[in-house]
């Protein structure tokens, strides 16, 4: 009998590269409240001669620059999440299903898995179900 061990995603994570900018490309007056006061960062995360170039931000206990790992672990869990069905997202996320805002939400996480998908190519799915720390 053979028991399938899961990666980790610390482990997948050494294969990507991450460069970043302090500053995000995301317009001051755009930001919400929450970004407006935390650390943004203008990131590209670089892996198999692909790359993704996006915003991310960390909250202000944060005092260390963003890893990969990190990066991944955020977007990994926006991507899941985008993977519902919009009925399902609301009811997972306690969002209410006639919100503008929450359909917005569910289209940016949607966008997510789509980027990561066209980063990771055939790895997306090794790297979505990976064990987290």
Same mark, same amino acid.
């Given at each position: 009998?053979?028991?399938?061990?899961? @990666?980790?995603?610390?482990?997948?994570?050494?294969?990507? #590269? &991450?460069?970043? $900018?302090?500053?995000?490309?995301? %317009?001051?007056?755009?930001?919400?409240?929450?970004?407006?006061?935390?650390?943004?960062?203008?990131?590209?995360?670089?892996?198999?001669?692909?790359?993704?170039?996006?915003?991310?931000?960390?909250?202000?206990?944060?005092? @260390?620059?963003?890893?990969?790992?990190?990066?991944?672990? #955020? &977007?990994?869990? $926006?991507?899941?999440?985008?993977? %519902?069905?919009?009925?399902?997202?609301?009811?997972?996320?306690?969002?209410?299903?006639?919100?503008?805002?929450?359909?917005?939400?569910?289209?940016?996480?949607?966008?997510?898995?789509?980027?990561?998908?066209?980063?990771?190519?055939?790895?997306?799915?090794?790297?979505?179900?990976?064990?987290?720390?």
């Amino acid at each position: 009998m053979s028991i399938e061990t899961k @990666e980790r995603l610390k482990v997948l994570a050494n294969h990507v #590269c &991450l460069k970043f $900018d302090c500053g995000c490309a995301l %317009d001051w007056d755009s930001q919400d409240e929450w970004q407006q006061n935390a650390n943004g960062y203008r990131c590209t995360l670089h892996y198999k001669r692909r790359q993704y170039t996006f915003d991310f931000w960390q909250g202000v206990g944060h005092s @260390e620059d963003p890893t990969a790992e990190g990066c991944l672990e #955020c &977007l990994l869990s $926006d991507a899941f999440s985008g993977a %519902d069905d919009f009925e399902e997202f609301c009811a997972n996320m306690g969002y209410d299903s006639d919100s503008r805002r929450a359909e917005r939400i569910w289209r940016q996480c949607h966008k997510v898995a789509e980027n990561l998908k066209r980063l990771l190519g055939d790895d997306y799915e090794r790297f979505l179900y990976a064990e987290r720390d």
